[in-house]
């Protein structure tokens, strides 16, 4: 009943009564299309200079950066960063490539999969892509990845492919729409830096409600 | 700049509060015209642009100084005036009538051949012989109006630039309202009056002697309030000083001319 | 909330004297403005953008209706619930059904300005649901019964002071000056509660046709937090958010946080597509969107269609130097600045909000910022006409404007009342040069001298010379 009278008003104002199949089809046509609007030429580089710029943005954001040359290296550069910060546990999700992994050097670091929970210390993820535009990486929803390892703990450690760093967002859809077409899954996160408000006299705090820190494992594939 | 066999003929946009408040714009504006080679016309048939109506929602009469204005002007090559919003808002008369009004297309032309007069000598003109001279340092508030929607910016300080013996000192937010707004500083005088105090304060920090302007209603506003906190500092229109009619005193000074005058 | 919106004038009045009103608003001033500079300087494409995001604003409104069905679909199609709402009071309603339905007793809340539009949080309460602001601003808001004063950053208008005061009323700690403190007290008071709400509600700051997503915008991570840990997620928007595709949306989002707070991305854009999936390890098992109508099907094709393409970024009351004075509280009610004055009689009708389309200068800051182009003054003075032609304006403005334009209609007339109103101002300024009180404006004279004329008029002046020739 609303729906009707609100669509209704809508035809009213435009002068019309349901829309035509001119129109109709001039509407499938750009949602099929897809196109691109303007894309700003920041990020349209050679590979090289997009993770140069991927690693500068997100730094500027405010994340940290570990650089490492194979996936092998990763539970070494998690062991120091947490034994460094005396965190006792990991929450992990449970990729294959995560749980390849040999995870000896946590020692007597628990590494644990599960859903976050509050008073979760450090979480460790894997992700989609890297976006080079803003330093941004897409992450989604998945069985071995709960969203909530991306928000609820302290710390988040996110693993990043190199060859998965594109220039910009528009790059990003496209590899979502390859794997997903467009049956998204129920989300699909765009994190830029760890969690922050100036909700107080403007002045900037970092550690609202999302991570406090953010650390980009970085491998270099 | 083609050199034309004869002058161009150019009608003078007095404006309501220059014909009250302080004809000497209204002359200088008509020096440098003709310092630039224009002759110059006044139509008698003018009063106001009609932005008072317009900003206070009366189309019709608006419409109707619209109508009057634009016949008044008709036939001049161009018309000028020493104001942003006034131009501005004989720009704004093709709202006023429809499409297929032979009233729009009138309007249409009268926007295309009116100008701001600064805009007018280096846009339109590529004029830039100031003769004048002004020993001081001055400040420039750019009005809404003519930054806005006619783009005067540059052009005032250029001209100034070759002004001789005066240093340009920009203030912080010159781009800001001044807060006269028309009606709004008489509707809304707490809001105008606080506007107008930060722009006096700012001007006041730019360290200069006088505080120039394109539009009469903002610097009635600011000199008013300058004088009212008792500030030194004098307020002039920017044409004062690009034709060298600085010799007279500053808005809202005292003048003890002004009795010989009743 | 209540509407205050016809004592805006007193409001401003109070405002303008309220000392740590007038010191937050300083830092507001000495922010937004410079960090969007900063942040267009770094994206040369910045005003090509807003270009073709006001074209595809205008494509969108076109086909409102059908991109607003595809949406639909596309969410049904993902086992989520859409509801067309055409009143704030079917919107309210419609929401405490799926609470109820779902039993719920606490209800997280991402920032969404359409609830205080439809006044959600009053109206749960009432019928014995709680909800709990999760945004830093709101939640502080909440303790103190307060409103936002701002559609991005809510409580601009406190303190520190009146933050610290806020928490160690409510939080039962000691009291502390550290922003840092502060925040860390508000993150574990809420944790729980996002915890263990039955129900998370928050807005969208675009809904995507294309895939039947809606999309949040934020830096906290309570948005998240919100649209992940309850049973049921509830996204509250309005009609005119639907975009055609995720390549649409990113044109928006690059415009949006650069013209709000000058970031060059926040930190948070969380797509939102349906309840939890098949193996899911977590997320709602419902996902409802709420599509509140509340007067904007009324605005399309008619006076005010432009202001549909308003995509709530800030930027017009940020930049704009009557918020700047009085703040946002002045405007009474959910959106002030310059949006405000042309969405709020809109929404509660002219008659209360007249003063707000009002207090403007048209100075054109706003209109020179909005990243969608809209033509904000040109939108106010349509209120002023509607106004003016519905006799709503003020007896002296009519009759004022009335006489003036007699005579500016006859130059002749005008001539002889100029000669002689000008002959009048130079005898009371005498030698002075400035007149101090003048009889019928008070308004400027109460707050500034009033400059003489300094001789007679310029056309006496010009004739006389013309006829010296």
């Known amino acids: 009943m609303s729906k009707a009278e609100i669509l ?12 035509n199949e001119a129109q109709r089809a001039a509407v499938h046509n750009r949602l099929n299309a897809k196109a691109n609007n303007l894309v700003p030429k920041r990020a349209q580089l050679p590979h090289t200079e997009q993770v140069a710029l991927f690693k500068s943005m997100a730094l500027e954001a405010a994340a940290e950066i570990i650089e490492l040359n194979e996936h092998s290296e990763v539970p070494q550069a998690v062991a120091d960063w947490l034994h460094v910060n005396q965190i006792k546990e990991l929450v992990s999700a449970s990729d294959a490539v995560l749980n390849e992994m040999d995870w000896s050097p946590l020692g007597d670091i628990q590494r644990v999969e599960r859903v976050a929970q509050a008073g979760d210390m450090a979480s460790l993820t894997t992700t989609f892509a890297g976006i080079a535009e803003t330093g941004t990486l897409m992450l989604h929803s998945r069985g071995e990845s709960p969203t909530t390892l991306n928000f609820l703990p302290d710390i988040h450690l996110a693993v990043l492919r190199r060859s998965t760093i594109v220039g910009p967002y528009e790059d990003a859809w496209k590899m979502i729409r390859e794997t997903f077409g467009t049956a998204l899954p129920r989300t699909v996160n765009m994190v830029t830096g760890p969690s922050r408000s100036a909700d107080i006299e403007q002045k900037l705090q970092m550690g609202a409600h999302g991570p406090r820190t953010l650390v980009i494992l970085l491998i270099n594939d | 700049m083609s050199v034309n066999s004869s002058p161009i003929r150019v009608g ?9 408040f302080r004809p000497s714009v209204g002359f200088a504006t008509v020096k440098l015209l003709e310092q630039a080679g224009c002759t110059v016309e006044v139509p008698e048939a ?22 009057q204005t634009i016949e008044a002007f008709d036939g001049y090559e161009y018309v000028v005036g020493p104001s942003g919003s006034c131009i501005g808002m004989l720009h704004y008369f093709t709202d006023l009538f429809d499409e297929g009004d032979p009233w729009k297309a009138r309007a249409e032309d009268l926007k295309k051949r009116s100008f701001e007069i600064t805009s007018f000598l280096v846009d339109v003109l590529d004029f830039d012989q100031i003769l004048a001279s002004f020993d001081q340092k001055v400040t420039y508030h750019d ?47 707490d809001i105008s009056n606080r506007m107008v105090s930060n722009k006096t304060g700012f001007a006041d920090e730019a360290g200069a002697q006088t505080l120039l302007g394109g539009d009469l209603g903002c610097l009635l506003n600011m000199a008013g309030k300058l004088k009212r906190e008792g500030k030194k500092m004098e307020a002039r229109h920017v044409v004062e000083v ?19 005058q009743l | 909330m209540q509407i205050k919106s016809p004592e805006f004038k007193e409001n401003a009045r109070i405002a303008l004297k309220d000392v740590g009103l007038q010191k937050a608003l300083g830092n507001l001033k000495a922010g937004f403005p410079e960090k969007r500079a900063v942040a267009v300087q770094r994206m040369p494409e910045f005003h090509d953008m807003r270009d073709e995001a006001r074209d595809l604003k205008n494509h969108i409104l076109e086909n409102l209706d059908i991109y607003l069905e595809q949406f639909e679909s596309k969410v049904t199609e993902n086992g989520g619930h859409v509801h067309w709402c055409r009143t704030s009071d079917d919107a309210r309603k419609t929401i405490l059904d799926i609470c109820k339905q779902v039993d719920a007793k606490t209800v997280t809340k991402g920032k969404s300005m359409v609830s205080e539009e ?28 307060d409103h936002p004063s701002h559609i991005i950053a809510p409580a601009i208008h406190l303190n520190l002071e009146d933050v610290s005061e806020a928490f160690h009323e409510h939080h039962k700690k000691p009291k502390s000056d550290d922003p840092a403190v502060l925040m860390q007290e508000a993150r574990e008071e809420l944790r729980t509660k996002f915890v263990n709400a039955d129900v998370g509600i928050t807005g969208a700051n675009f809904l995507v046709a294309e895939t039947g997503s809606t999309i949040i915008v934020t830096n906290e991570g309570n948005g998240d937090l919100t649209q992940t840990l309850p049973k049921t997620h509830i996204v509250i928007t309005s009609i005119e958010k639907v975009v055609p595709t995720l390549e649409d949306m990113t044109l928006f989002l690059r415009l949006l946080a650069r013209s709000a707070t000058g970031q060059e991305f926040t930190v948070y854009n969380t797509l939102s597509t349906g309840p939890r999936r098949e193996g899911d390890a977590d997320g709602p098992d419902n996902f409802h969107v709420v599509l509140v109508d509340n007067g904007r099907s009324d605005m399309v094709g008619g006076e005010f269609h432009e202001m549909l393409r308003c995509i709530r970024c800030s930027a017009c009351m940020n930049h704009c130097p009557v918020y700047g004075s009085v703040g946002g509280h002045a405007y009474g009610w959910v959106y002030p600045g310059p949006m405000g004055s042309v969405l709020t009689p809109q929404m509660i009708g002219i008659e209360k909000a007249g003063n707000l389309p009002n207090a403007s200068t048209f100075c054109g800051k706003c209109e020179e910022v909005c990243p969608v182009r809209i033509p904000l003054p040109k939108l106010m003075r349509h209120w002023r006409n509607n106004e003016f032609e519905k006799h709503l304006s003020p007896k ?61 008029t310029f056309m006496q002046q010009w004739q006389k010379k013309q006829g010296d020739k």
Do not use: H
Request: net charge positive; hydrophobic share 35%.
């Open chain 1, 8 to 19: 209704g008003n809508i035809r009213r104002g435009l002068r019309r009564g349901e829309a």
């Open chain 2, 12 to 20: 003078l946009f007095v404006t309501c509060l220059v014909d009250m």
């Open chain 2, 46 to 67: 003018q009063t106001c642009c009609g932005q008072p109506a317009f900003n206070s929602g009366d189309r019709d009469t608006t419409r109707d100084i619209a109508k």
């Open chain 2, 143 to 189: 009005s809404c109006s003519g930054l806005r929607q006619l783009g005067v910016k540059g052009q005032p300080r250029k001209l100034l630039g070759k002004v001789e013996g005066t240093e340009l000192a920009e203030m912080t937010e010159a781009e800001t309202c001044c807060g006269f707004g028309g009606t709004f500083c008489v509707k809304y005088p």
């Open chain 2, 242 to 260: 690009l034709a060298g009619m600085t010799d007279t005193p500053a808005i809202g000074e005292a003048d003890y001319d002004l009795g010989k």
């Open chain 3, 118 to 145: 439809i006044n959600l949080n009053e109206y749960l309460e009432e019928n014995g649901v709680q909800p709990i602001e999760t945004d830093l601003g709101e939640y502080i808001l909440q303790l103190r019964k």
């Open chain 3, 396 to 456: 002296a403005v009519r009759w004022g404007i009335a006489g003036w334009g007699f005579f500016a209609k006859r130059p002749k007339l005008y001539r002889q009342m100029s000669n002689t109103s000008n002959w009048f101002m130079r005898t009371m300024a005498g030698k002075r040069g400035r007149i101090n009180s003048l009889p019928l404006a008070g308004g400027w004279t109460d707050f500034r001298d009033m400059p003489a004329p300094s001789g007679k």
